[in-house]
């Protein structure tokens, strides 16, 4: 299992990569690169979520 900084740390490097290929989608006006920023955005706002929660239950 891993540690809630493990995940912190992964999700933030996920939500750097999708707001990366969501301003080049943006920038060559590629819908399919911006939707997939979004989705690893959203990917890793939900994992640093998941590590504040194992922080908060302590594991």
């Not at 912190?8 to 006006?29: F, Q, S």
């Not at 706002?45 to 594991?59: A, F, Y």
Request: charge should be positive; hydrophobic fraction near 25%.
């Amino acid at each position: 299992m891993k540690t809630s900084r493990t995940d912190k740390v992964e999700g933030t490097i996920h939500n750097v990569k999708g707001g990366v290929k969501e301003t080049v989608g943006e920038l060559t006006n590629d819908p399919y690169l911006k939707a997939e920023g979004k989705v690893e955005k959203t990917k890793g706002k939900t994992q640093e979520k998941v590590g504040q929660i194992k922080k908060v239950l302590g594991k």
